[in-house]
């Protein structure tokens, strides 16, 4: 299981058949620090300013994007939002989404 963060969706035209469509891009997304945790919030920093302008980038990057005509959107039964958190697993060849509960 893993945790991702919906981080854009964009209507797209599929540019064979012309159907409308969604991009729907997620970024993996870790639990906000701890509120009042200043020594981790001054070592991520340091640490992130140590890193290669780059690698910083990358690592906003979007871990999984998906291209959906709008009845296959449709079929999945969730309407994906911005920032809306999802647990998402990995089983038997398939790809399955779970709203994640408020305690994660």
Known sequence: M???KVSRITGIT???TGN?????EFTEYSSPPVPGDDMTRTMMYQL????PVQLIKDMWTPK???FL???EYLQLGMPFEV??????????????????????
Do not use: C, W
């Open 2 to 4: 893993v945790l991702v």
């Open 69 to 71: 005509k709008e009845n």
């Open 83 to 104: 920032n809306d958190i999802y647990e998402v697993v990995f089983e038997n060849g398939t790809i399955s989404f779970k709203r994640a509960t408020a305690d994660r």
């Open 14 to 16: 599929d540019p064979v």
């Open 48 to 51: 992130q300013s140590m890193l």
């Open 64 to 66: 999984m994007v998906l």
């Open 20 to 24: 409308a469509g969604r991009q729907i």
